[in-house]
């Protein structure tokens, strides 16, 4: 199945507001403004952002900056897709495999950073940096095994990330800094909500997981002996 042939489910929380806004941004923008350049915008801000986090050590001013270079994040990262769906000079295989290859560096390069700044301890960021490639890799299974597109999970998205990162991030450069010490380790406010990130993005993980077996089990139940020269997709990954 091909990338042009996948079903695309976006159900997060910010989605409605994302569908009237996307297109009337890309249908404003000028036609020298290629996909492309949004995708470099994006990643090229998720860099940044990584950058801020890691010297917010040194003055609140950079955990400010971040929040503004969520926006602009924001503003590549969703408009490259919708101006080539506008224009229609889609590129799906293209654009799906670049999409999620700077996803990755994206990632990264936050959750490294936000390690590395005071507020958050670096195992937590890692583990973070783990469940999303967890979750990542099962929606790039999904949408090989069942042809179905689903980027976010229940009504969290990268949009409801991004707002929730800004409004930690606005928090703690307001001097919202309350502290827990468990053990001999000091837990900040960022380490709890790192925490109860990971074990949000488990817990959603796990029942999407479940989900799809059992409508994978039901479309292929088991032991049914089937006609000799049927045709079988899964058969090679059983």
């Keep these: 199945m091909s990338e042009a042939e996948h079903r695309r489910e976006p159900r997060h929380l910010l989605r409605p507001f994302e569908a009237w806004a996307l297109p009337r941004l890309a249908a404003s923008l000028p036609r020298w403004v290629l996909p492309d350049h949004l995708t470099i915008v994006g990643v090229t801000s998720a860099v940044a952002i990584g950058i801020c986090y890691g010297l917010s050590g040194q003055g609140t001013g950079y955990l400010w900056t971040a929040n503004v270079l969520w926006v602009v994040n924001w503003f590549g990262d969703s408009l490259d897709g919708t101006v080539a769906r506008v224009r229609h000079i889609e590129r799906p295989r293209y654009g799906y495999y670049l999409d999620h290859v700077t996803d990755m560096f994206a990632a990264a390069f936050v959750c490294v950073g936000l390690g590395l700044s005071p507020y958050l301890l670096l195992s937590v960021a890692l583990a973070m940096l783990i469940a999303y490639y967890m979750m990542s890799i099962n929606v790039y299974l999904e949408t090989h095994v069942m042809g179905v597109f689903q980027f976010g999970y229940d009504l969290i998205g990268p949009t409801e990330v991004r707002v929730i990162l800004i409004l930690a991030g606005s928090a703690l450069a307001l001097g919202f ?49 089937r006609a000799p020269g049927s045709s079988d997709s899964s058969k090679a990954g059983e």
């Excluded at 010490?181 to 790192?194: I, P």
């Excluded at 990130?197 to 002996?225: D, H, K, Q, S």
């Design 177 to 225: 800094e309350p502290v827990i010490e468990l053990r001999n380790v000091t837990f900040g406010a960022l380490d709890l909500l790192g925490l109860v990130g990971i074990l949000t993005m488990i817990t959603l993980l796990g029942r999407r997981i479940v989900g799809n077996l059992a409508e994978l089990a039901r479309v292929e139940p088991p032991n049914v002996v």
